[in-house]
């Protein structure tokens, strides 16, 4: 099979076009494969692509002038889906010109015009963000949502244990995702009605494709001893969050308790293998690229202040789920489901 | 002044009676002023206090069989109020017995027990469960609520604020300590509508002892920017587990890392000063002790697995929450905004 195309917003994130541009040839470097539809401005595009001989021949230009910004309210940027580079990426998706779009631009934004263009798949009531976190076990664990539906309803987060899981088939070979819905406690009566609800559907349910586990504690996400922890974006961008600012906080520690003394310096230049290895464990570019599961396209969210690694990272991961058609996955796996009241159409709730 | 005694449930918490007296015997230790109440099995505390002579003249016990499950459902407990070691810990302090208690046993049955023996300050709906993390700046900062209550209105975040902020001004010595309430954004429109109208009446008011500096992210709670967080039980409930979870991850990870090679282990001996300090700056067991505030009285919660430095510090928690009054300092902050419509009294919402 040919990949189709991945279009590219190469105006958006902190460091625009020339981070890019150099993320799509990173990634190209190892997947020679790849092709691209650069969207924005084809001057500046131009002159980063020149340090790229292998993007030669593998990259069309979308010229917009156009571009999101980073602040900017959703519904403003939406008057503008027609000229703006991430509008225009994901319109390239929508017309079939690109298979998937990646932009580093406005999280909210980049829904917004995704949800208008590509529309949310049949049969699902709301799309869900959707990021690769990682653990101490072998696989990543997939988190949903996280902060595209603030308040989520007990189908709702079942529609997004169902999309997890088909993500996580993807990621980890597993024919059966574990799954756990995020909760306080891991009491059947701890939470709120709605993941109660989640709870009781996902442990009846025969028919998905997953092992629902029950709920899992905010400390225990990273443990590895589950693929998927769903929950509503309010609390999964909470937890997210958490995460990361704590790896930052107990890595800026280290950094001081290393640079405190000559001794300390001495044993880090030693260590430094060790240290590497942790750095690179815990860079946040070595797991870019969230995507937003539920739409009719495959749309991945870089996240602003990614490098060139973590644009290749998010390029890499779009491509992924183009090769194993994570659109369709969903769609037969929801389809699955709609005889049993999960799917938006049903009677239940 | 003379500190009043303490009462130690004796009972609680993942080691016992051994843990709990061993805690105690170790902040009197630091403060030979401290004079305790043990609660709990009579013939095990006199063989836990044999090895510490320390606490001979400074302790008595009060004799009790029953105790508390550390998975008891709080309703069931709460009918042994009269018969278990955490009941007559608390009651102690109902009585004047005791100034403060300190349990390390089931969160949600001391919760329980402590409104129903204490009850909830004249002028505040409900009380909140609140914790010190540690910050890169100087300070800790002041979280709640962190489980307490799992849905929270406008109305109780704002009365977390007073009672954050009385508490962080006894442990920071700020006079106007700064208050964030948690979001999953910082701009004026995210968050739900009760997280906003808190915001608004927090950034209305002016007769407030605290700088309220709008919302915080929950990647900057350590980031020593603020003093005080605040949330419902729900959200930090995830928002502390989380860091406690990705703090043990990025810990274990570097235990893996250091453990990898000979040259590794080797740099993990010359930079232990610096581990060291970086395991102590972690450590739980010296930001242990979370506190129920807004009760006519101080109960302070041990974490279960907390080891006697832990413990020693539950109770240097509550003698300090005695020492500095934090009750009627509560009381106080609340009478003072009882007329701009924070109060339970009040008529707004």
Do not use: W
């Amino acid at each position: 099979m040919t990949l189709p195309r991945i279009a590219v917003d190469a105006m958006g994130g902190d460091d625009g076009v020339r981070v890019m541009v150099e993320g799509a040839a990173l990634a190209r470097r190892e997947h020679d494969t790849f092709k691209f539809l650069l969207v924005g401005d084809q001057a500046r595009i131009e002159a980063a692509l020149e340090t790229h001989p292998n993007m030669r021949g593998a990259s069309e230009i979308l010229h917009c002038e156009d571009v999101v910004g980073g602040d900017e309210k959703p519904s403003r940027a939406l008057r503008r889906a027609r000229t703006t580079s991430m509008g225009l990426a994901v319109d390239a998706v929508k017309r079939g010109e690109a298979g998937a779009a990646v932009s580093a631009g406005n999280t909210g934004a980049l829904m917004a015009m995704s949800k208008l263009a590509l529309r949310t798949m049949p049969g699902l009531d709301r799309p869900a963000l959707a990021a690769l976190l990682p653990t101490l076990g072998e696989d990543d664990v997939i988190m949903l949502d996280l902060g595209a539906n603030r308040d989520c309803d007990a189908r709702n987060l079942v529609q997004f244990a169902i999309m997890g899981a088909a993500y996580s088939r993807i990621v980890t070979g597993r024919e059966r995702p574990r799954v756990r819905l995020l909760n306080i406690g891991t009491e059947e009566t701890k939470g709120t009605e709605d993941i109660q609800e989640a709870a009781n559907r996902l442990r009846a349910s025969t028919g998905l494709a997953m092992d629902f586990e029950g709920f899992v504690e905010a400390d225990k996400i990273n443990r590895g001893q589950c693929d998927v922890v769903v929950c509503d974006g309010f609390s999964g961008n909470i937890a997210l969050k958490a995460i990361e600012g704590a790896a930052r906080f107990v890595t800026d520690l280290l950094k001081q308790a290393f640079s405190s003394s000559i001794r300390s310096k001495v044993g880090f230049l030693v260590s430094r293998p060790a240290t590497e290895l942790l750095k690179h464990h815990l860079d946040p570019n070595n797991h870019n690229g969230a995507v937003f599961l539920g739409l009719n396209g495959v749309v991945v969210k870089s996240h602003g202040s990614a490098n060139a690694k973590g644009v290749a990272n998010a390029v890499k991961v779009a491509a992924r789920l183009l090769e194993d058609d994570i659109v369709n996955r969903i769609a037969h796996d929801l389809g699955e489901v709609s005889d049993m009241g999960f799917a938006a159409n049903g009677a239940a709730k």
